[in-house]
């Protein structure tokens, strides 16, 4: 029984003095293979996360709906086109060492689809910055333009990617994303370092407030150190060691993780928002006098538990109206109580 011949089991030449000279697989396809691994973790992360979000916010802003539907969206593109490089050179060629030497379409657009996810949630950060007040609108100037910046060198890149279709040729324009990655490092740093430096500024010297503030400041510098530490491996090896594809696998699991934060940050808004008022709107830790404040004129609905009873209740019920009916006092009059013949309690 033959056994069926291929076309690239054909391509390889019958004299292996004729192989050209190949890159080793440990540290290009075998690097790349493990960043597409971690990668597609990572992925079904943000899947839950895409998913929680709907379910926790279904009427949140139209801009944080568009945010998360765009992420998911390029995230799944840039999914799909690692698993195709590596089912491309690990199943398709796997008989013919020399398509190592060139480019696959798929590998040549990942520049333009990291900074797409980048930029995406990018502008997620700016905006939040930008509601912090006039005082930082010096940081929301610079930082569109350090975006700007990053997307450009993305571009190039990708652009001499097809222009290249070697990667010995691409060799001469790894600069291209060493800048790129460099700006997304300094905006990453700019744009964590302010808000840490607003939420430090927001004490109030109220315990319960400023643990709140301190679990913001490191939910922050987590959400930030994760993706700027993988930026700047990224970029150390960028600029080390251009010609393998160790940048590149650090630069798979980078994007993934900008989604992963952007939607665990949005999704967190419900985790702090529920133990902020549990802490300060607990009856257990906000005294009674705090709530002695003068009412509006109208109905007051009041329901405290009280530790002793009123010596002015009727019944056994807790819920108190009171209605307020406000009369003049004649002008002169300097006795300071309030005459409020109007004051019935049900």
């Not at 700007?148 to 600069?175: C, H, M, Q, S």
């Not at 009280?306 to 009059?333: E, T, Y």
Request: hydrophobic share 45%; aromatic share 10%; net charge positive.
């Amino acid at each position: 029984m033959s056994v069926p011949s291929t076309n690239a089991a054909a391509e390889i030449p019958l004299n292996p003095l004729e192989l050209p000279k190949l890159p080793s697989l440990n540290n290009t396809l075998g690097a790349f293979m493990i960043g597409t691994y971690i990668s597609l973790m990572l992925y079904g992360l943000t899947l839950h996360q895409s998913y929680r979000y709907f379910r926790l916010f279904p009427k949140d802003l139209l801009f944080m709906r568009v945010i998360v539907v765009a992420t998911l969206i390029l995230e799944t593109v840039h999914t799909a086109l690692c698993m195709h490089t590596c089912y491309y050179y690990l199943v398709v060629n796997y008989f013919n060492p020399a398509a190592l030497l060139d480019g696959v379409w798929s590998i040549r657009l990942m520049p333009l689809l990291t900074a797409l996810v980048c930029l995406v949630s990018e502008c997620f950060y700016v905006r939040r910055v930008y509601i912090l007040g006039a005082r930082y609108r010096a940081v929301v100037v610079i930082c569109p333009v350090l975006i700007l910046v990053f997307v450009g060198f993305a571009a190039a890149a990708t652009a001499e990617a097809f222009i290249r279709p070697t990667f010995k040729d691409y060799n001469k324009f790894e600069w291209l994303d060493s800048a790129a990655f460099g700006a997304v490092v300094l905006l990453d740093v700019l744009l964590t370092g302010t808000l840490i430096i607003t939420l430090n500024k927001s004490r109030t010297g109220f315990k319960r407030t400023d643990s709140m503030i301190d679990l913001l400041i490191v939910y922050t510098i987590n959400t930030g150190l994760l993706t700027g530490l993988f930026g700047v491996l990224s970029l150390i090896f960028a600029l080390t060691s251009p010609n393998n594809l160790i940048y590149s696998a650090l630069n798979l699991v980078a994007t993934k993780t900008y989604a992963t934060s952007l939607l665990a940050v949005l999704n967190s808004r419900r985790g702090h928002l529920s133990q902020f008022e549990k802490d300060c709107f607990n009856s257990e830790s906000v005294p009674r006098s705090a709530f002695k404040t003068v009412p509006p004129p109208g109905v007051l609905r009041s329901a405290f538990d009280r530790p002793h009873p009123d010596p002015l209740a009727s019944s056994a019920s807790d819920v108190v109206d009171i209605r307020l009916q406000p009369s003049k006092v004649a002008q002169g009059d300097e006795d300071d109580s309030i005459n409020a013949p109007g004051l019935d309690r049900k």
